[in-house]
Protein backbone atom coordinates (compact mmCIF):
# COMPACT_ATOMS: atom_id res chain seq x y z
CA UNK A 1 0.00 0.00 0.00
CA UNK A 2 1.18 3.19 -1.45
CA UNK A 3 1.61 5.61 1.58
CA UNK A 4 3.01 9.36 1.90
CA UNK A 5 3.85 11.22 5.27
CA UNK A 6 4.26 15.23 5.65
CA UNK A 7 6.44 16.70 7.94
CA UNK A 8 7.28 20.01 8.69
CA UNK A 9 4.94 21.97 9.71
CA UNK A 10 4.46 24.21 12.36
CA UNK A 11 4.05 27.65 14.08
CA UNK A 12 5.31 30.67 12.79
CA UNK A 13 5.44 34.51 12.90
CA UNK A 14 3.78 36.36 10.25
CA UNK A 15 6.94 36.76 7.30
CA UNK A 16 8.26 33.89 8.61
CA UNK A 17 9.45 30.52 6.28
CA UNK A 18 8.58 26.93 6.57
CA UNK A 19 9.40 24.11 4.48
CA UNK A 20 6.90 20.85 4.15
CA UNK A 21 8.36 17.52 2.84
CA UNK A 22 6.24 14.68 1.51
CA UNK A 23 7.98 11.29 1.86
CA UNK A 24 6.62 8.47 -0.77
CA UNK A 25 6.61 4.96 0.01
CA UNK A 26 7.74 4.06 -3.50
CA UNK A 27 9.86 6.15 -6.01
CA UNK A 28 8.72 9.13 -7.17
CA UNK A 29 9.00 7.59 -10.82
CA UNK A 30 5.97 5.66 -10.36
CA UNK A 31 4.21 9.01 -9.38
CA UNK A 32 2.25 11.24 -12.25
CA UNK A 33 1.71 14.74 -10.76
CA UNK A 34 2.66 15.60 -7.46
CA UNK A 35 0.63 18.61 -5.22
CA UNK A 36 -0.32 20.21 -1.99
CA UNK A 37 -3.13 21.13 -1.12
CA UNK A 38 -4.51 22.85 2.34
CA UNK A 39 -7.67 23.45 3.90
CA UNK A 40 -8.58 26.04 6.79
CA UNK A 41 -11.20 25.43 9.67
CA UNK A 42 -14.42 25.67 7.71
CA UNK A 43 -13.35 26.10 4.45
CA UNK A 44 -12.71 23.58 1.76
CA UNK A 45 -9.84 21.85 0.34
CA UNK A 46 -7.95 24.16 -1.95
CA UNK A 47 -4.55 23.42 -4.34
CA UNK A 48 -1.49 25.22 -2.91
CA UNK A 49 0.87 24.02 -5.78
CA UNK A 50 1.09 20.82 -8.50
CA UNK A 51 4.53 19.58 -9.80
CA UNK A 52 4.49 17.11 -12.83
CA UNK A 53 6.85 13.94 -13.24
CA UNK A 54 8.45 16.61 -16.08
CA UNK A 55 8.83 18.70 -12.91
CA UNK A 56 6.78 21.26 -14.73
CA UNK A 57 4.97 23.31 -11.66
CA UNK A 58 2.03 25.29 -11.22
CA UNK A 59 0.66 27.36 -8.25
CA UNK A 60 -2.29 28.93 -6.51
CA UNK A 61 -2.43 32.75 -6.73
CA UNK A 62 -2.47 33.77 -3.24
CA UNK A 63 0.79 31.89 -3.43
CA UNK A 64 3.04 32.54 -6.21
CA UNK A 65 6.17 34.19 -5.50
CA UNK A 66 6.37 33.15 -1.89
CA UNK A 67 6.11 29.12 -2.40
CA UNK A 68 8.40 27.09 -4.19
CA UNK A 69 6.78 22.88 -4.83
CA UNK A 70 10.33 20.63 -5.93
CA UNK A 71 10.40 16.93 -5.97
CA UNK A 72 13.35 14.28 -5.75
CA UNK A 73 12.84 11.67 -7.07
CA UNK A 74 16.09 9.84 -5.88
CA UNK A 75 14.74 10.73 -1.95
CA UNK A 76 10.90 9.64 -3.05
CA UNK A 77 10.59 13.32 -1.82
CA UNK A 78 8.40 16.35 -2.50
CA UNK A 79 8.60 19.42 -0.78
CA UNK A 80 7.47 22.88 -0.27
CA UNK A 81 8.77 26.20 0.72
CA UNK A 82 7.09 28.37 2.18
CA UNK A 83 8.41 32.06 2.46
CA UNK A 84 6.54 35.32 3.49
CA UNK A 85 3.91 33.59 5.30
CA UNK A 86 0.86 34.95 6.26
CA UNK A 87 -2.33 34.58 8.96
CA UNK A 88 -4.00 33.27 6.34
CA UNK A 89 -1.86 30.57 4.84
CA UNK A 90 -2.97 29.12 8.09
CA UNK A 91 -4.25 25.42 7.18
CA UNK A 92 -3.64 21.62 7.75
CA UNK A 93 -1.45 20.85 4.39
CA UNK A 94 -1.82 17.73 2.40
CA UNK A 95 0.29 15.90 0.26
CA UNK A 96 -1.19 14.42 -2.51
CA UNK A 97 0.03 12.48 -5.74
CA UNK A 98 -1.34 10.31 -8.66
CA UNK A 99 -0.34 6.72 -9.42
CA UNK A 100 1.08 5.94 -12.56
CA UNK A 101 0.12 2.38 -12.86
CA UNK A 102 -3.47 2.68 -11.12
CA UNK A 103 -4.61 6.29 -11.74
CA UNK A 104 -5.15 6.36 -8.20
CA UNK A 105 -5.09 9.37 -6.03
CA UNK A 106 -3.24 9.12 -3.06
CA UNK A 107 -3.29 11.55 0.27
CA UNK A 108 -1.18 11.89 3.01
CA UNK A 109 -2.82 12.47 6.53
CA UNK A 110 -1.69 16.14 6.94
CA UNK A 111 0.63 18.64 8.45
CA UNK A 112 -0.76 21.43 10.80
CA UNK A 113 0.74 25.11 9.84
CA UNK A 114 0.02 28.44 11.82
CA UNK A 115 0.76 31.45 11.25
CA UNK A 116 0.40 33.52 14.04
CA UNK A 117 2.12 36.64 16.76
Known amino acids: QVQLVESGGGLVQPGGSLRLSCVAS????????MGWYRQAPGKQRELVAV???????DYADSVKGRFTISRDNAKNTMTLQMNSLKPEDTAVYYC???????????WGAGTQVTVSS
Open 96 to 106: NAELINTGQFI
Open 26 to 33: VSLFSINA
Open 51 to 57: ISSSHST
